[in-house]
């Protein structure tokens, strides 16, 4: 039995494929056509995912999709109508969600009736938690998924316990803290798609001076919701334009002039940062993370009486790749065990889709947990190879030197030397990662000894705003050394408090708050990884390395071509790939 999810014409187009239950490949189409987030059709991720299957299209069961048409259609209709264009571009969206059997059959050059594969449509919050849920070690969880907005609701909750989940209760449209994180974001002057993390980095540095205000535009109901004050918002009285068509999503500004009035002038994006930006910014994770721990303690009470609580959590949505609140979550409310796959946004529904229709509608038995997140495509010695003679000519216009070693306690090794030594490197190896972070087969490593590596970082490599924190990569039994209260943490999605003792000693990746947003990294899922870290603790007596995402303002690299050009047009000294060092001789 074969299923392909697909998530199309919205942010972060993805597909996966699940072969009798087991996952084989999950990818971003931003990976392959190099548009952050892109939004349209997954045309090339969908031909990875079917390779790494070894199938062809016609031979696939089920496609899911995470949109249901049916879904709050009496709230579609209202707003339809009140909104005319609203509902004009919903027509166009459903139009071409409806039409994916006759693209499909466009993209292989195939008759649509030769697509024997049914289509079925989850709602888009379903999908969600379905990606948490179906693929976590629990057998039975609390369910929790917020984003901006989806079928019409932002806010979902629920029970998952065994191959079945049960939804209790959700937030619809207007009301959504994604919305509010967003709008905020771009009053900010962050305007890109997918920017509200650069604000949770800025927050940091700020204090909750306009909390009092912050309080009003997000209020708690008596029962298990909140409300926005609307005056501050337009998304529900026009069409608020998104580009989720083809290409790079785009939305229009979501905050009113109300906004401004009441906190004074937007920031343009040009403008430096002031405090009163740094305040508004702590104001508003302050507000979050109340409404989000209000929400948590009230879906845990939820539960019946007279039956012990379950205290594990299932977790997906925009809004829960806020690794500062997740990292409170622990301290905040009754639950002791937490589960955010790693692509846990909007890309991350292919999965969730895929999953329900396994589970939730074929009835069949839970047999595959994801505890890692290698799931993109892998390159072999020979390619690279071909990729370093096509590529010859620019490597030796920088005075590259290539050496190979098949040996991996070797490469290791030398890398951890390099890095030790204060040099940047560009580490490719394995599979790519599924979701937003790299997570050690994508990643630029430095030494977290050397404060002025973030500064280095960002000057040389990376190019982006001062204020947004490193992550720590961490050997999974030493993190305890090194972070207080610290759980696994294998997708980089919780934020947890550096032990004073241990600032000093990895000052590079810890935020000006003294948190770290972690990785721990474990033999067992990922052991070259893994044993670099080790011989770089054998060097400097630290198992921790300084891990950052493989790119220079593009999606992450995927290919060894996309790792070669990022390493020559940049500061990096060293690349390795696979089974080659390629360094740059100064």
Known sequence: MIILGINAYHGDASAVIIKDGQLVAAAEEERFNRIKHSAGFPQEALNYCLNAAGICIKEVDYIAIPRDPRARFLKKLYY???????????????????????????????????????????????????????????????????????????????????????????????????????????????????????????????????????????????????????NYFVHHKKLVDMNFEEGQPSLELLYSSYLEKRLGRHRQKS????????????????????????????????????????????????????????????????????????????????????????????????????????????????????????????????????????????????????????????????????????????????????????????????????FRPFAPAVLEEKAGEYFADVHPSPFMLFTHRVKPEKRNIIPAPTHVDGTARLQTVNQRENPLFWKLIKEFEKITGVPVLLNTSFNENEPIVCRPKEALECFLKTRMDTLVMGSFIIKKVN
């Open 80 to 230: 339809g109508i009140k909104i005319p264009k609203l509902a004009a571009r919903r027509w166009v969206a459903l139009s071409r969600v409806q039409g994916i059997k006759n693209k499909l059959a466009g993209i292989f050059r195939i008759r649509e009736s030769e697509i024997k594969a049914k289509i079925i449509n989850i709602e888009h919050h379903r999908a969600h938690v379905g990606s948490s849920f179906f693929v976590s070690p629990f057998e039975k969880a609390m369910l929790f998924s917020a984003d901006g907005l989806g079928d019409f609701a932002s806010t979902m909750w629920g029970v998952g316990q065994e191959n079945k989940i049960k939804m209790l209760g959700d937030i619809s449209f207007p009301h959504s803290l994604g919305i509010y994180y967003t709008a905020i974001t771009q009053y900010l002057g962050f305007l890109h798609y997918g920017d509200e993390y650069k604000v949770m980095g800025l927050a940091a540095y700020g204090e909750p001076e306009y909390k009092d205000e912050f309080d009003k535009i997000v209020t708690s109901d008596e029962n298990l919701g909140f409300n926005l004050d609307l």
């Open 271 to 466: 403008d430096s940062i002031e405090r009163r930006h740094q305040n508004i910014a702590a104001s508003l994770q302050a507000r979050l993370e109340e409404i989000f721990f209000l929400l948590l303690n009230r879906i845990y009470e939820l539960q019946p009486q007279g039956q012990d609580k379950l205290d594990a959590l299932c977790m997906a949505g925009g809004v829960t790749f806020n690794c500062v609140a997740n990292g409170k979550i622990f301290d905040q409310t009754p639950f002791k065990k937490i589960y955010i796959q790693p692509a846990a946004g909007d890309a991350g529904l292919a999965v969730g889709a895929a999953y329900y229709v396994w589970h939730q509608i074929l009835n069949k038995p839970r047999d595959f947990l994801m505890e890692h997140a290698y799931w993109g495509p892998q390159y072999n010695c020979e390619t690279i190879s071909d990729e370093l003679k096509i590529m010859s000519g620019e490597l030796n216009k920088q005075r590259c030197t290539v050496i190979k070693t098949e040996d991996k306690e070797e490469l290791c090794r030398k890398t951890a030397l390099e890095i030790a030594d204060g040099r940047i490197v560009g580490w490719f190896q394995g599979r790519m990662e599924w979701g937003p972070r790299a997570l050690g087969n994508r990643s630029i490593l430095v030494d977290p000894r050397r404060q002025k590596m973030k500064d280095t970082l960002n000057n040389c490599i990376k190019h982006r705003e001062p």
